[in-house]
C-alpha cells in the first residue's frame, strides 16, 4: 500500500518500490481493495524480495515492519535518508470480515499520515 501512496500523493516526485525480506508471493487482494476504495491507484504491484533492489541508489529507504510484533527490519546502508514507520501488518489480522477489513483500513491510514507528514 505505501508504493502506490508514495505513487500517487507524490505527484512525480518520487518512484516507490516496494519489497520485503519474505514476500508472500502475491499482492494480497484486501491492500488493493483498500487503496481502490479510498481513491488510490494501486497500479501493477508484484510481490518481490529485496535482494531484486540491491546495488541502487534511493534517497529514502522506508522501513514498516512492526517492532511490536517482532518483525525483523532490514539495515540498509548508503547514503538514503532511513525512516521507520512501525505498522502492523493487516494480512496477519483475524476475526470477522469487518475486523480484517477494518485492519486494512487502519494500515493505510497510519501509512497515508506517515507519508503526508514526513515525504509532502
Known sequence: MAEALI???GGGRFEAVSAGSQPAGYVHPKSIET????GINPGQPRSKTWDELEGQDFDFVIT???QAANESCPAFLGKAKKLHWSTPDPAKATGSKAD???AF?????????NIEENLL
Open 7 to 9: 505513487n500517487q500523493l
Open 35 to 38: 487503496l481502490q476504495r479510498h
Open 64 to 66: 514498516v515492519c512492526d
Open 100 to 102: 480484517i477489513q477494518q
Open 105 to 113: 483500513d487502519e494500515a493505510f491510514f497510519m501509512l497515508k499520515d
